[in-house]
């Protein structure tokens, strides 16, 4: 086995731009809003872009190695996350994600629970995470009256700011920000507001899942000093585990044979060795560490985020510890 790339899968949208050419060199014609870039989902899977595997889709070499790819404690029905970067050029939308339960019985795929690490941001950028001073009928009454920006909670932003989004948080990325979001293999979205676009509202289905006891704020993190460089632990949760590897000279690891490592490369340009060879990865791109892979180094420089789904109870004791 060895790292694998993907062929990032481009999205345009309304609100996307161009400042993802300020790293990739790849960008079609467009605004482009989301680059699926670790992804196996019905409305994008990624093709293997290197190596042994070159051309072959996410969900067929799952399907052919199953857990030397996945792990032997991921289910290898249904791939569990999906990482994106996002370009927001103007304000996405106002909106939340469902829980599993009513995602389930509703759209008939898993809900959405995310984090997002602000890759840049302008100077005035910021992002709203939660509502605020209202209960549910206040915050329908407001929908009702196109008004609802006194009750959201608008949060300040900077390069490396990290968020942990719950599903029923409602929330909205704004302009001038371009994003590394983790998130459950999920594609469903329910719209509140939209700046008049014209796109479907969907009011009904999102008041049904707003949980307007969550409240919304930047992760603090806990930082652990470690020889050749730094881990911050962000998020952890059953979804996904997120930390922040900020490398000096060398960062030594070995996989997992119960699961599946992703890491996103977010300032500076990684060399990984492993047995039988190596891989150069720059900014903005990820990469997926096969269960099997065995032990592996990265060295250079820089900053990556790391994602993967944890054993929690395991991943607490090492922070504790």
């Not at 609100?15 to 670790?38: M, Q, T, V, Y």
């Not at 840049?120 to 605020?132: R, S």
Request: charge should be neutral; charged fraction near 30%.
């Amino acid at each position: 086995m060895y790292p694998i790339k993907f062929d990032n899968i481009y999205f345009e949208k309304v609100w996307g731009g161009r400042d993802l050419a300020d790293f990739r060199n790849n960008l079609p014609k467009g605004d482009i809003g989301e680059s699926w870039d670790i992804a196996c989902h019905p409305h994008g899977t990624g093709i293997i872009s290197s190596g042994k595997f070159k051309g072959m889709k996410f969900d067929e070499l799952i399907s052919t190695l199953g857990e030397r790819v996945v792990g032997t404690k991921i289910s290898k029905e249904r791939f569990p996350l999906l990482l994106k970067i996002i370009n927001a050029k103007e304000n996405l939308s106002v909106q939340v994600h469902p829980n599993d339960d009513y995602a389930l019985k509703v759209e008939g795929e898993f809900g959405k629970t995310e984090a997002w690490y602000v890759l840049e941001a302008l100077e005035e950028a910021y992002i709203i995470v939660g509502t605020k001073n209202c209960t549910k009928d206040e915050f329908k009454q407001a929908l009702n009256h196109g008004d609802i920006e006194p009750y959201l909670n608008k949060v300040p932003v900077k390069k490396g700011d990290v968020f942990f989004v719950k599903s029923g948080l409602v929330h909205a990325i704004g302009e001038g920000i371009v994003i590394v979001e983790i998130q459950q293999n999920s594609d469903t979205t329910y719209r509140v507001h939209d700046y008049n676009r014209g796109r479907e509202i969907h009011v009904k289905r999102a008041l049904d899942v707003i949980d307007f006891s969550l409240k919304g704020g930047k992760c603090r993190g806990l930082k652990t000093e470690l020889k050749g460089y730094n881990k911050t632990n962000y998020c952890l949760s059953k979804y996904f585990s997120l930390e922040l590897y900020d490398v000096n000279y060398k960062l030594e690891e070995t996989s997992d044979k119960e699961r599946f490592y992703i890491f996103t490369c977010v300032e500076g340009n990684v060399s990984i060795v492993y047995e039988g060879g190596s891989e150069d990865i720059f900014k903005g791109d990820s990469f997926l560490i096969p269960a099997t892979l065995g032990a592996y180094s990265i060295e250079g420089r820089l900053s990556l985020l790391k994602s993967y789904v944890p054993d929690v109870e395991k991943v607490r004791k090492e922070i504790i510890k």
